[in-house]
């Protein structure tokens, strides 16, 4: 058990339908909170890579398998909330009949997004993990097996919505987006560096709400950039569609 998220080892409740649920190991840098003397740290450490390097060598199969079939992958990762499901809903429409769109979800529990993105009209399948915090690559290899989507698909992979986790693992996708919404603090790329030095995209969600709440959209992007120079930031309202071709050219690009 992990100190620091509560993140286990253990398999979360079992779910009907496509739901997974899947066990995991957590290979975290939390050596610090756990218990015991520099030996038990050590271990943890070396546990920590072995899981890291499984993870890899999984990801590098995911990554070989879409380019095989022209597919591109995109992990979505933010905080709850930032409207992560929302955006894949109207995206899942904006591709209907044009290019396929396969989308896997995690979550702790439940297949509601699942159901969501069923309704838009989207292929689906639901991962939850239970206690876990991430999605691991093993856990989308999972996932492609079920959904076989087709050559040229595109598949957007919805993370556990967590700013800290997703971003230690490589699921094997092309590219990785992170979604902030304008109700979180302008100051999420500062605290949470290591998420948006890992990602190629930056979308700033909820734009519509920019009237009624205090953040700074400009000042969001400098600090962005502060950490990772190469982003590229589109904001976007998923709720209202401004925006949304940007994404949707950027996700779509050759
Ligand atoms: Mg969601």
């Not at 979550?107 to 969501?116: H, I, Y």
């Amino acid at each position: 058990m992990c100190g620091t998220c509560g993140c286990v080892g253990g398999s979360g409740a079992g779910g009907g339908g496509t739901r997974i649920s899947v066990p995991h190991a957590h290979p975290h840098g939390h050596d610090r909170v756990h218990p015991g003397g520099a030996g038990a740290a050590g271990e943890t450490i070396t546990l920590e890579q072995k899981v890291l390097v499984k993870n890899d060598g999984l990801a590098a199969h995911n990554r070989a398998w879409l380019a095989e079939r022209g597919i591109v992958a995109v992990n979505m990762m933010s905080s709850p909330g930032a409207g992560k499901t929302t955006l894949l809903e109207r995206t899942v429409r904006n591709f209907a009949g044009r290019r396929p769109v396969a989308v896997v979800e995690g979550d702790q529990e439940t297949a509601l997004d699942a159901e969501r993105i069923r309704r838009a009209g989207g292929t689906v399948v639901q991962i939850n993990t239970g206690a876990g915090c991430h999605l691991d690559a093993g856990m989308v290899r999972g996932a492609l097996a079920t959904l076989e989507p087709g050559a040229g698909s595109l598949v957007l992979v919805e993370n556990v919505g967590n700013l800290v986790c997703p971003a230690l693992f490589d699921l094997g996708e092309r590219s990785r987006a992170v979604i902030i919404s304008v109700t979180e603090g302008t100051d999420k790329p500062l605290k949470y560096p290591y998420m948006f030095a890992a990602a190629d995209l930056v979308i700033i969600n909820k734009i519509d709400l920019l009237p009624y709440v205090d953040f700074d959209v400009e000042q969001c992007e400098k600090y962005a950039r502060s950490v990772n120079p190469e982003l590229r930031v589109l904001t976007v309202s998923a709720t209202t569609g401004e925006g949304m071709a940007d994404w949707y050219d950027w996700v779509a690009r050759p």
